[in-house]
C-alpha cells in the first residue's frame, strides 16, 4: 500500500508539473531574446558563484576531484552560456531564403519558433554538465522545461533543484526520484525530449517519443575506438588518450573505449601509456586512494561489473599490462590495461563505461576498417597518425558521431561544432548553434506577392496548352 501511494504521489506530481509548464508556455509562446538573455544570465552568475557548492555535492556523490569538476562540469556549462549569450541574436534572427526562377515574385524566410514544453532527462557521469548543458539550448530557444536529473548523483541533483529554484521564474522545473517517475515523465505529451544515456534506455525513450509523435534528441554512447597508427608520436598520443580515457573514472561516453595499435608500436604505446597513467593520476610512484586527481566508480554495481569484465578478458585470453588495488567498499577500482583483448570477451563487446582499456593490434588499415565496421557506429573515434592517407582512408570507410584526430574528447567542448551520435549512438545535435536548432521549430514561411503570380500557369483547367508548357518546365526547370 505504501509502494502505491507513493506511485499515486509520482504521478500527482508529474502531472502537476507538466500543467504548470504547458500554461506557462501558452501564456508566453514566444519569449524576447532579452528575456531569454536575462535567465542565461543569471544562470551564468550562479554558476559562477556557486562553484564551491557544485565541488561540494559532485565529490559527495562520488568522489571526483575538484579541480576535475571545475573542468567537466562547470567549464562547459560556462562556456555554454557565454557562447549562446554572445549569439543568440544571430541564431534567431530569420534567414532569407533566396527564390529560384520557378518562385519569381515570392519571399521566402526560415523562422526559429521555440518548441514549447520540453523533457530533459540527464545521466550521473557529468551530473551537472550534462543536465544544465542542454537547458542553455533550451532557454536559449525560448522553450520551458522540465529536468529530471539522476537518481544515481543525490547531491548533484538537490543542488540543481535549488539553482533552478534560485534562478528561474516558474519556467523550469526540477522533478528528482528513479526510473518510476522517468517513466511517468514519458507518458507525457512533451514537445521534444532531449535524454543522454544508454542505447539500451535510449530506445525506450524513443518508444515513449512515438506515441505523442514528439521530437527526440538521444544523445547516447558506444565502442569508441582510438587508433594508433605507426606514423604517429607514440608518447604524446600516450598522454592524450589517458587524460581522455580516465578521466572521470573513465565514465565518459566519448572515452576511448578500446585501443588499436599498429603492431610495430604496440609495446612501445603499453610502456607509454603505463609511464602517463601514473603521471598524470597518481600522487608520486603510483596511484591509491590518496591520489588527489582520481575518482571513483559511480556505485557497487558498476564495479562489480567492471571487476567481472577484468575477470572474463583474462579467462579469454587477455594479458594484463597494468592493473592495481581494487576496493569495493570505496569503489576505487585502479586503471587497468588489458593487450591481446580477445574480441569476444566483454570488453571488447560492451561498452565498457569504466577505468578499463583493451588493446588489439592491426598489420593494415583494412584490417582497421573492418574492426570499426563490425560495430555499432560510435559516438567518438580518434585517429593517431601523420600519414594523410591512412587518416583519410578510416574517415571516409567508417562513420561516427565524431572524429578527434590526434587528440582525445576536446571535440566536445568546441563551441562552434555539432555534437552527438549517429545510429546506436545518437540522433540529433547539441551544443551551440546545433543546440539551439535542436530546441527550435524551424518554421519556413513563403510570401506571395498580390495579383498576377507565376503560380496561376498550374492552375487548372489543365488544357493542352498546359501541357505543352509543362514539357520546357520539367526539362530545363
Known amino acids: 500500500m505504501e509502494v502505491e501511494n ?22 508566453n509562446r514566444h519569449t524576447s531574446l532579452a528575456s531569454r538573455k536575462v535567465k542565461l544570465k543569471k544562470l551564468l552568475n550562479w554558476v559562477m558563484d556557486n562553484r564551491t557548492r557544485l565541488k561540494e555535492a559532485v565529490h559527495k556523490d562520488f568522489q571526483k576531484p575538484p579541480v576535475e569538476v571545475d ?10 552560456i557565454k557562447h549562446a549569450l554572445t549569439n543568440l541574436d544571430q541564431w534567431a534572427r530569420p534567414t532569407k531564403v533566396d527564390a529560384t526562377i520557378n518562385y519569381l515574385g515570392t519571399r521566402s524566410e526560415v523562422r526559429y519558433e521555440p518548441k514549447g514544453v520540453c523533457l530533459i532527462l540527464s545521466p550521473w557521469n557529468f551530473p551537472f554538465n550534462l543536465s544544465v548543458g542542454p537547458l542553455v539550448s533550451c532557454i536559449a530557444a525560448g522553450n520551458v522545461a522540465l529536468l529530471k536529473p539522476s537518481e544515481e548523483t543525490p547531491n548533484t541533483s538537490q543542488l540543481i533543484a535549488d539553482m533552478v529554484e534560485e534562478v528561474f521564474d516558474g519556467n523550469v522545473i526540477v522533478l528528482q526520484g528513479d526510473k518510476e517517475v522517468a517513466s511517468e515523465l514519458l507518458a507525457l505529451p512533451f514537445d521534444h525530449i532531449f535524454f543522454t544515456g544508454s542505447p539500451t534506455v535510449g530506445k525506450i525513450v524513443m518508444r515513449a517519443a512515438a506515441d505523442h509523435l514528439t521530437s527526440v534528441t538521444l544523445e547516447l554512447g558506444g565502442k569508441s575506438p582510438a587508433i594508433i597508427h605507426s606514423s604517429s608520436r607514440i608518447k604524446e598520443a600516450a598522454k592524450r588518450i589517458v587524460f581522455g580515457k580516465f578521466l572521470n573514472n573513465g565514465q565518459t561516453c566519448i572515452a576511448p573505449d578500446y585501443l588499436i595499435v599498429h603492431e610495430d608500436v604496440k609495446e612501445e604505446i603499453i610502456k607509454a601509456l603505463k609511464t602517463q597513467v601514473i603521471k598524470l593520476f597518481g600522487d608520486g610512484a603510483g596511484i591509491s586512494e590518496l591520489s588527489s586527481s582520481y575518482g571513483r566508480v559511480i556505485n557497487e554495481r558498476h564495479f562489480d561489473r567492471l571487476k567481472e569484465m577484468v575477470s572474463d578478458a583474462v579467462e579469454k585470453g587477455g594479458k594484463v599490462e597494468l592493473e592495481g588495488k581494487l576496493d569495493p567498499l570505496t569503489r576505487f577500482f585502479h586503471p587497468t590495461i588489458i593487450s591481446d583483448a580477445p574480441l569476444h570477451a566483454r570488453i571488447m563487446e560492451e561498452e565498457i563505461f569504466g577505468p578499463i582499456l583493451p588493446i ?9 576498417v573492418e574492426l570499426v565496421n563490425s560495430k555499432p557506429k ?22 561516427a558521431g565524431s572524429v578527434c584526430i590526434n587528440d582525445c574528447v576536446l571535440q566536445f567542448t568546441h563551441p562552434n561544432l555539432p555534437f552527438g551520435g549517429v545510429n546506436n549512438s545518437g540522433i540529433g545535435k547539441s551544443h551551440g ?41 520539367l526539362r530545363w526547370f
Open 71 to 80: 573542468i567537466s562540469e562547470a567549464y562547459p556549462v560556462i562556456g555554454e
Open 378 to 399: 560510435p559516438l567518438a573515434l580518434y585517429v593517431f597518425s601523420a600519414n594523410r592517407e591512412f587518416r583519410e582512408t578510416v574517415l571516409s570507410q567508417t562513420s
Open 6 to 27: 507513493h506511485k499515486k504521489v509520482n504521478q500527482q506530481a508529474v502531472k502537476q508539473a507538466f500543467a504548470t509548464l504547458k500554461n506557462r508556455h501558452s501564456l
Open 360 to 368: 588489439v593490434t592491426f598489420r593494415n588499415v583494412e584490417e582497421v
Open 433 to 473: 548553434y546545433y543546440g539551439f536548432l535542436s530546441f527550435s521549430n524551424e518554421k519556413p514561411v513563403l510570401k506571395q506577392k498580390r495579383g498576377l503570380a507565376l503560380s496561376y500557369l498550374f492552375y487548372p483547367p489543365f488544357s493542352q496548352r498546359m501541357k505543352m508548357l509543362l514539357e520546357p518546365i
